[in-house]
């Protein structure tokens, strides 16, 4: 993982900067990190070659958060927030948001869209499409991915308009609402601040 300054504001192309965050929040919202991204976090630069960068502050925030805590600690916050028997206490699956309930017609709407990309799911992944690590990793495909017919601009926009828009938004405020979350209160301040910009960048190309 290369996230250093350069992602923030660019001497690196800007797609690949792209690619590597939504590639940096799927590994985060999947699972509590290992000890090599941990590590990566901890020692990234913080500070932007281009002063005021979008995503400077959030970044500078979630990069503080995984110096102050162990991973152990990060590790427990994650199982709090998103783990255990029965109801967590915050979901990070879609349909949660968009339904009210899992495994509901927004599943099923994005299971189509997948499919239409030419995509299928990983066995080794245990949880839903619609887990936000999910459609991190499908928007990181569209936008790195080698086949231009599925990897493209428009691409990017539809599935992000459709799958990612729609509800990460409450989600990210589901996390910063939750008293127990320290680290993944910056990650979500973060997200937020990615989601943002690409929805600003989508509405351009309109």
Known sequence: MTMQAQLLASTLDEETARAEVYGLLAALYYAAPSAELLENLRVAVTQAPVAGALLESSWAELVAAAR??????????YDTLFGGVGKPEVYLFGSHYLSGFLNEKPLAALRSDIAALGLTRDAAMSETEDHVAYGCEVMRYLIAGDDVEVANLTRQRDFFARHVQPWVPAMCQAITGQP???????????????????????????
């Open 68 to 77: 102050e805590q162990t991973a152990d600690q990060i590790r427990r916050e």
């Open 180 to 206: 127990k979350a320290r680290f993944y209160r910056s990650l979500a301040d973060f997200t937020q601040a990615f989601v943002n910009i690409e929805s600003q960048g989508f509405d351009m190309l309109d």
